[in-house]
C-alpha cells in the first residue's frame, strides 16, 4: 500500500465526468439470411468454410426434434443479444427442453471441438451456452451478450411426448456510432475500398459504451486499442465523446501511485484489472489525449487530465539511467508489450516510445500553458536521442539494434524512426533494410503492423505503407474475414497467443486503423 493516493482528489470527479460522456447504444433487429452447413476444407483458410443449404424460413416450418441442429448465417458480423422463440406444434409440453448455442466470428470457431479445452485463456471466453427451457411459445432472450455472424442450435434433450419447432431466431445488435462516415471517391481502388468498409465495420462493432479490445473477447478498455481506435475514429465516425469517457475513465481508476491500469471493466461497477500495468500502453495514453485535444480542442480536458499524462512520464523516466530506458532498473520487471511475438527484445522500442511521448507531451502541456513542464520534458528527449543513437543505431548496417543479441526487427526501426532519432535519410535506409533481411523479426499482429506503416509514411515511403496495408489486411480480406483480426500471420492459420485458435478475438480493435491510413492520407491510399 503506497501512503497516500496521489489523485484523491480527483478521482470522483473523473469518474463523474466519464459517466457524463457515456453514449447511448443504438440497437437494430438483425435476422439470419440463409442457413448454412460448415465444409471441411484444406484448401481454405483454418480449413473450414460455409455451403448455403436453405433459407431460414424453411427451419421455422419444421420439427426441431427432427432437426436436431441447425446452423443460421447472418450474413455480417454483429454483437448484441441473440433472442429465439420455441413454438408447441403437437401435444403439450411436458418436460424441460435442453438447447445449447454456439456463436462463431468464423466458421473454423463453430466447427472446432471445444474440449478437452487446450487455450490458457479461460474456456468460458467460448461462446457456447447451454439452456434449459421450461417454458415456451415466449420469446427467450439469452443473457449473454454474443459477437458472431453464425450461430449454431443443437437440441440436447426433450421429451418424447411433445413436439415443437425453432421459430424465431434474431440478434439485438448494439454500438454506439451514430452515423456513417462518407464513401471513398469512386476512383479508389477497389480492394482499399474493401479493406477501408471493412475496417470500420471492426470499429463499429467495439465501440460500445467504451473502445472495447474485442466485443467477443476481452469485452473492456485496453489503453493499446483506445489509442488505435480514438485515431480511426477521429477520421471515420468522430464520435469524439466515447475518447473522452475512455480518459476520465483510466484516469478514475489509475493506481494509487499515479499508474494506469493497462485495462479496465464497467460492470458491476467501474473498476480496474488490478495489478495490470503495461509501460507502453501507459505512455500511449499522453498520445491519446493530444490527438483528441487537438481534435476537438477541448483545452478544458487537457487541462483535467495533466496530472496523469505528468504521472505516466514520472514512473517512465524513473527508469532512464544516462539517457536509456533500462526496464531491469527497478524490481519487479516491467511488462512491455508491444507485440504478440515470441522472443521479441523491445529495449530499442520502449526508449523510442518514451522519446515520442516526452515529445508529444511537451506538445499538449504547451497547448495549456505550462511552458516550464513542455521544456523540461523536450530537453530529457533530446538526451534520451543522443543516448538512443549511440546505443542502439549501427550506422556500418543502417539498422537499429535491440538488446545484448543485437536483434534485427521491424518494430525496432519503427520506433526509432516515430520518435526521431533517426535522421531523414537514416530512417529510409533501416527500413528498407529491414524489409530485406530474412531474418528480422516480423510484426505478428495488426497492432504492430500498424506502426510500421506509421513508420513508413514518416519516411516518405508511401509505395511501401500501401502495399503494407492491401497485402496484410488485404490477406485477411482475401481469406473471408467480415471484420479484422486480433492476430494475423498469413504463413500460420491456426497462430493463436493463447494456444487455441477460437479464443482469438475475430474482430479486433486494433486492427481498425486502415481506416484511418485511408482517410487521413488520401494521395497514398486513396489515388
Known amino acids: 500500500m503506497f501512503a497516500q493516493d496521489v489523485f484523491t482528489q480527483q478521482r470522483a470527479f473523473w469518474l463523474l465526468e466519464a459517466e457524463r460522456s457515456k453514449p447511448e447504444l443504438h440497437k437494430e433487429i438483425c435476422y439470419p439470411v440463409r442457413l448454412v452447413n460448415a465444409i471441411n476444407d484444406r484448401t481454405v483458410w483454418q480449413d473450414w468454410r460455409m455451403e448455403s443449404v436453405g433459407d431460414p424460413d424453411v427451419c421455422y416450418q419444421m420439427s426441431f426434434k427432427e432437426k436436431q441442429q441447425v446452423l443460421f448465417d447472418f450474413g455480417r458480423h454483429l454483437t448484441g443479444y441473440l433472442t429465439f ?36 485463456l479461460s ?33 440436447l434433450g426433450a421429451s418424447a411426448d411433445f413436439d415443437f419447432a425453432l421459430s424465431k431466431i434474431y440478434v439485438t445488435a448494439q454500438t454506439s456510432v451514430q452515423v456513417r462516415p462518407s464513401s471513398l471517391p469512386e476512383s479508389t481502388e477497389t480492394k482499399i475500398k474493401q479493406i477501408d468498409l ?18 467477443k473477447r476481452d469485452q473492456r478498455l485496453w489503453i493499446g486499442d483506445l489509442y488505435l481506435e480514438s485515431l480511426a475514429n477521429i477520421y471515420t465516425y468522430k464520435q469524439l465523446s466515447l475518447t473522452r469517457r475512455c480518459l476520465y475513465l483510466l484516469a478514475g481508476l489509475s493506481a494509487e501511485d499515479g499508474r494506469l491500469h493497462a485495462n479496465v471493466f464497467e460492470h458491476p461497477i467501474p473498476h480496474p484489472q488490478t495489478g495490470t500495468f503495461c509501460m507502453d500502453y501507459s505512455l500511449l495514453y499522453n498520445l491519446t489525449l493530444l490527438d483528441y485535444v487537438k481534435a476537438t480542442g477541448d483545452m478544458q480536458t ?50 523510442g516510445l518514451l522519446i515520442l511521448a516526452l515529445n508529444r507531451s511537451a506538445e499538449l502541456v504547451r497547448m495549456i500553458g505550462r511552458k516550464a513542464e513542455a521544456n523540461k520534458w523536450t530537453q530529457l528527449a533530446r538526451k534520451m536521442k543522443i543516448a538512443a543513437r549511440r546505443a542502439y543505431y549501427r550506422p556500418d548496417i543502417g539498422l537499429v539494434i535491440s538488446g545484448d543479441g543485437q536483434q534485427i526487427s521491424y518494430l525496432s526501426q519503427s520506433w526509432m524512426i516515430l520518435s526521431g532519432v533517426l535522421s531523414p535519410k537514416e530512417a529510409r535506409r533501416a527500413l528498407e533494410n529491414v524489409m530485406q533481411s530474412p531474418s528480422a523479426v516480423r510484426p505478428r499482429t495488426p497492432y504492430a503492423w500498424h506502426y510500421v506503416i ?26 473471408g474475414a467480415d471484420t479484422f483480426w486480433e492476430v494475423y500471420d498469413p504463413a500460420d492459420s491456426s497462430l493463436s497467443p493463447y494456444h487455441f485458435a477460437p479464443v482469438n478475438s475475430y474482430c479486433h480493435a486494433w486492427s481498425c486503423t486502415p481506416a484511418y491510413f485511408i482517410r487521413r492520407y488520401p494521395d497514398i491510399f486513396q489515388q
Open 302 to 351: 487537457a487541462e483535467d487530465l495533466f496530472p496523469v499524462v505528468e504521472m505516466q512520464l514520472h514512473h517512465a523516466l524513473s527508469y532512464v539511467s544516462n539517457g536509456l530506458f533500462d526496464q531491469h532498473l527497478h524490481e519487479p520487471r516491467l511488462w512491455l508489450f508491444f507485440d504478440w511475438c515470441d522472443g521479441f527484445v523491445p529495449d530499442a522500442s520502449i526508449q
Open 198 to 215: 471493412t475496417a470500420l465495420e471492426t470499429l463499429k462493432e467495439c465501440m460500445q459504451t467504451v473502445y472495447e479490445d474485442g466485443p
Open 454 to 479: 506509421e513508420a513508413a509514411i514518416t519516411c516518405n515511403m508511401h509505395h511501401e505503407a500501401r502495399k503494407l496495408l492491401t497485402d496484410y489486411w488485404g490477406g485477411m480480406l482475401d481469406k
Open 85 to 120: 422463440r420455441l413454438t408447441t406444434l403437437s401435444r403439450v409440453q411436458d418436460a424441460p427442453i435442453k438447447l445449447r448455442f454456439i456463436g462463431a466470428e468464423v466458421p473454423s470457431e463453430v466447427s472446432t471441438p471445444f474440449d478437452p479445452y487446450p487455450g490458457t
Open 123 to 155: 474456456r468460458g471466453w467460448l461462446q457456447d451456452e447451454i439452456i434449459t427451457i421450461t417454458e415456451i411459445d415466449r420469446d427467450i432472450t439469452l443473457p449473454r451478450r454474443f459477437a458472431c455472424r453464425y450461430v449454431k442450435v443443437e437440441l
